[in-house]
C-alpha cells in the first residue's frame, strides 16, 4: 500500500491507479481526489501524470488543494509509483 505525505499533515493510505484523464482516487483520511490533466510518454518504461489534487476534512470541507506530479515506472508486476511531487496552492504561513 502507498503513503502519501501531504505537508503539514498526517500521514494518509490509500491507492492511487493510473488511470484516463479526469480519474479521481478516494483514500483513507477524509476524501482526496486527483484530477489528472497530462499523462505523458511512451509506457515502454516511465510514464509522468501531472494534475490536481484536492483534500477534504471527514466533514467535507476542502482543507487543501494543489497541483502533482508521479513518475511511474513499468515492472513485471504492472505500473508502479516510482516517484511523485505534490505542491500546495494554500498559504502554508502559520
Do not use: H
Not at 493510505?13 to 486527483?34: D, K
Not at 508521479?70 to 511531487?85: H, I
Amino acid at each position: 500500500m502507498k503513503s502519501i505525505r501531504y505537508e503539514n499533515a498526517l500521514l494518509c493510505f490509500g491507492s492511487l491507479v493510473l488511470q484516463g484523464p479526469g480519474s479521481g482516487v478516494i483514500g483513507g483520511c477524509g476524501r482526496r481526489r486527483f484530477i489528472t490533466a497530462d499523462i505523458d510518454g511512451d509506457g515502454a518504461e516511465f510514464v509522468t501524470e501531472a494534475g490536481f489534487f484536492q483534500l477534504f476534512n471527514s466533514g467535507g470541507v476542502m482543507i487543501d488543494n494543489g497541483k502533482f506530479l508521479v513518475l511511474w515506472k513499468k515492472t513485471p508486476e504492472g505500473w508502479k509509483m516510482f516517484r511523485d511531487s505534490f505542491s500546495s496552492d494554500r498559504d502554508q504561513s502559520f
